[in-house]
T-cell receptor
Framework: NAGVTQTPKFRVLKTGQSMTLLCAQDMNHEYMYWYRQDPGMGLRLIHYSVGEGTTAKGEVPDGYNVSRLKKQNFLLGLESAAPSQTSVYFC?????????????FGPGTRLTVL | GQNIDQPTEMTATEGAIVQINCTYQTSGFNGLFWYQQHAGEAPTFLSYNVLDGLEEKGRFSSFLSRSKGYSYLLLKELQMKDSASYLCAVSDSNYQLIWGAGTKLIIKP
């Protein structure tokens, strides 16, 4: 039982390049989330999904796209990377969207955009 | 707007007790979470409070006062491995988590 996994762990991009971050969970959770974490700030929600085939915008969605083609996978895409997208990206999943909606986190992807 | 406030950094001594405070103003309230995050790692769940009062779990306890928009995490018998950031998060009216910036706890021998 691996929990939540993310690939890659580290990536360096040049401005304007594109990439996809992959998140996978084996807990059969319905809900999945992408956050970014920057120094001095709380985790900020980029996009989330309430089930296979669904996605919704979070607090900071601009510059990112997502897809949830399979229940266990949630992909985050950067179409044209900018230095402002340098951050640590965490994927999370939860069983429910109700009280006690504990979220389980992946190990993170550290992205640098030059 | 929604706001979660925590101290940026705290220092404590091994074996002592430390209290990390969190105040919040959110649109709705469906519970408050505390997570621990070691440097370079993912956040991991510590505790959840939805009713007023104290929840105890081993060396860690968490308190909530909904009327005051206030919570604290109490860590007893501090160990060096407790050096980490502690994140406060509130589940809002849409059950989305609103996160504080975290409190970095430094434990000295």
């Amino acid at each position: 039982n691996a929990g939540v996994t993310q690939t890659p762990k580290f990536r360096v991009l040049k401005t304007g390049q594109s990439m996809t971050l992959l998140c996978a969970q084996d807990m059969n959770h319905e809900y999945m989330y992408w956050y970014r974490q920057d120094p001095g700030m709380g985790l900020r929600l980029i996009h989330y999904s309430v089930g296979e085939g669904t996605t919704a915008k979070g607090e900071v969605p601009d510059g990112y796209n997502v897809s949830r083609l399979k229940k266990q996978n949630f992909l985050l895409g950067l179409e044209s990377a900018a230095p402002s997208q340098t951050s640590v990206y965490f994927c999370a999943s939860s069983q429910r969207l109700a009280e006690y909606n504990e979220q389980f986190f992946g190990p993170g992807t550290r992205l640098t955009v030059l | 707007g929604q706001n979660i406030d925590q101290p940026t950094e705290m220092t404590a001594t091994e074996g002592a007790i430390v209290q990390i405070n969190c105040t919040y103003q959110t649109s709705g309230f469906n519970g408050l979470f505390w997570y621990q995050q070691h440097a370079g790692e993912a956040p991991t769940f510590l505790s959840y409070n939805v009713l007023d009062g104290l929840e105890e779990k081993g060396r860690f306890s968490s308190f909530l006062s909904r009327s005051k928009g206030y919570s604290y995490l109490l860590l007893k018998e501090l160990q060096m491995k407790d050096s980490a950031s502690y994140l406060c998060a509130v589940s809002d009216s849409n059950y989305q988590l609103i996160w504080g910036a975290g409190t970095k706890l430094i434990i000295k021998p």
